[in-house]
């Protein structure tokens, strides 16, 4: 059983810069991919960003491209999201996630796609 497990939300001033954290855990990870989600109160949820396990490139949403930057520590089985001169509306819950089925080609940015869920990390940005 894979879990995923966020943490590092909290509440940031507009500008400020942030880093979160998903501890995957349960079985050995192979080529799958990781993704970051992250939905805001009223709205869907919606692709933020994914890597891999393997070696390869990431995938950022182009609404945060520039400002966050997704990475991985293969060592402690996590994945980061560094997010940088926030927004208010990047204020949402994020979300950590595992599409063990698709590990060729560009990763899914669809939700549907992925397996597995962490519980989510508040991320709250003020003006």
């Known amino acids: 059983q894979v879990q995923l497990v966020e943490s590092g939300g909290g509440l940031v001033q507009a500008g400020d810069s942030l880093s979160i954290s998903c501890a995957a855990s349960?079985?050995?990870?192979?080529?799958?991919?990781m993704g970051w989600f992250r939905q805001a109160p009223g709205k869907e949820r919606v692709f933020v960003a994914a890597?891999?396990?393997?070696?390869?490139?990431?995938y950022v949403a182009d609404s945060v491209k520039g400002r966050f930057t997704i990475s991985k520590d293969n060592s402690k089985n996590t994945v980061y999201l560094q997010m940088t001169s926030l927004k208010t509306e990047d204020t949402a819950v994020y979300y950590c996630a595992e599409d063990p089925r698709r590990t060729l080609g560009t990763p899914s940015s669809r939700v549907t796609d992925y397996d597995y869920w962490g519980q989510g990390t508040q991320v709250t940005v003020s003006s």
């Open positions: 890597i891999r396990w393997t070696v390869g490139p990431t």
């Open positions: 349960g079985r050995t990870f192979g080529s799958y991919t």
